[in-house]
């Protein structure tokens, strides 16, 4: 029997859940650009320009700064196997569904893990790190910065500052922060951090940018064993996008061009206004929410700006207000996740998705909708 296919034709949609964002044209345009080798010179020019400005968006120095071949999930799982090895004492902040994530590669590495945790909605307490570590001899302590499932911006310099007393290196999630609120690797001692293309960045998923430290380089080439993961390998990885280009795997060429473009937006309209334009929008929306009558689940405080988690009001249907969204407005929020299933919705204001335009286009929406 043979089947036949149409063209494919997607719908446009305005993407204000927690990722992915909508992206700019010109990023669009830049992934349809001609195909080139992987070791071709234009497209070893291409990295080496991708890697100059991954340091600036990450405000780093760190030589070693790439974006791995792979979701952010993959920056997550790079971040730890090349840190951790068999014994190692590893302590993993968890206050929402990405803590939780590190914790189970922590224990497939067969590192010693400990725990921290938070209510869901709430910062880790920064009295309780120190308290921990004065038992608890961790050599990793990994931490989120801006919780997807949950919408907290964690503050990061304290605990940045009580890891490294206790000669610990610092891991930092910034999957959903990079590009959207300050996030300064270098002031702020940060030795890994790991983030993703498909949100702030405003590119398509499938690239993982990392920074190392030179401490956090240090310690791999210290490892007694091989790192566990052969594709997520940073020793051999780092040939790769160094001087030497050791053949390691057939880069996404097209992923490549779309974050260079992607990199390119952001430096052009600057981070400082950049991080201003996601809070001016997200206090923007959070006014026209309580207006509503609807309430915020995180302290005002500690809100990221780039996704927003709402409480569902009593008289509402999450499944069915999400489904309405979409059908009658095209408008994509996210549900919650975890114990937060059911009694959130998530809205983002991401890149290239966060203007004043889709601040009022969701609130006409909800308005009519409840």
Known sequence: ????????????????????SNIPPSVSNAMSQNMLGHLDPVFLTIMEEVQEMLR?????????????????????????????????????CVNGVFGTRMCD???RCGGILKRIDAEWGKPIDTDFVRQTLEDFPARIVAIVHA?????????????????????AL????????LAGTELKIDD?????CYSGTQKCLSCPPGLAPVTFS????????????????WYLDMTMLEKYWGPERVYHHTAPISMIYALRESLRLVLEEGLQARWERHRKYHNELVSGLEKLGLSMLVEEKYRTPMLNSVIIPETADD???????????????GSGLGPLKGKIWRIGLMGHSCTRENVEVVLHALKNLL
């Not at 610092?170 to 922060?177: E, Y």
């Not at 499944?319 to 929020?333: A, D, F, G, P, T």
């Open 319 to 333: 499944v069915s207000v999400r489904q309405q969204l979409l059908k009658e407005y095209n408008i994509e929020v």
């Open 1 to 20: 029997m043979t089947t036949e296919y149409q063209d494919l034709s997607i719908p446009e949609r305005v993407l204000l859940g927690p990722g992915p």
């Open 56 to 92: 600036s968006v990450f405000m780093t120095e760190n030589r070693f700064t790439i974006p791995i071949s792979g979701t952010g999930s993959a920056g997550m799982e790079s971040a730890l196997v090349n840190t951790i090895e068999k014994g190692d004492h590893v302590l993993i």
């Open 188 to 192: 702020w001692d940060v030795d890994v």
């Open 147 to 167: 919780e997807t499932s949950t919408g907290v911006l964690q503050p990061l310099e304290e605990i940045s500052q009580i890891v490294h007393e206790r000669g």
């Open 170 to 177: 610092f891991i930092v999630d910034a999957v959903t922060s």
């Open 214 to 229: 030179q401490r956090a380089i240090e310690k791999l080439r210290e490892r007694k064993g091989s790192v566990q993961s």
């Open 105 to 107: 590669i922590v224990e």
